[in-house]
């Protein structure tokens, strides 16, 4: 099992910033590749950004150029830089966690952080 805790959510104005991070502990060495995913208030949950263990990422077209995922192996974290914040990314962030990088194949979760914008 791999746990993960996410941190760092929080309300900011439109186009301020906010950094979250996840902290994953337990059988992390079967994780490859980490993911942010949103869920905003009626609507389905949506993939942000993953990122694989060569530090590949992926971006959701709403988010290119303003969001940055990132990661740090040894300490078993990720990270989600957000930047020129808009109310249209307001929502639940969970971080995600597995062995490969298909949006539908992640297998562990976190409780997730609010974005308030």
């Known amino acids: 099992q791999v746990q993960l805790v996410e941190s760092g959510g929080g309300s900011v104005q439109a186009g301020g910033s906010l950094r979250l991070s996840c902290a994953a502990s337990?059988?992390?060495?079967?994780?490859?590749?980490m993911a942010w995913f949103r869920q905003a208030p009626g609507k389905e949950r949506e993939g942000v950004a993953n990122i694989d263990s060569f530090g590949n990422t992926v971006y959701a077209e709403s988010v290119k150029g303003r969001f940055t995922i990132s990661r740090d192996n040894a300490k078993n974290a990720l990270y989600l830089q957000m930047n020129g914040l808009k109310p249209e990314d307001t929502g639940m962030y969970f971080c995600a966690a597995g062995r490969g990088c298909n949006w539908y194949a992640f297998s562990y979760w976190g409780q997730g952080t609010q974005v308030s914008t």
């Open positions: 337990g059988y992390t060495y079967n994780v490859n590749c």
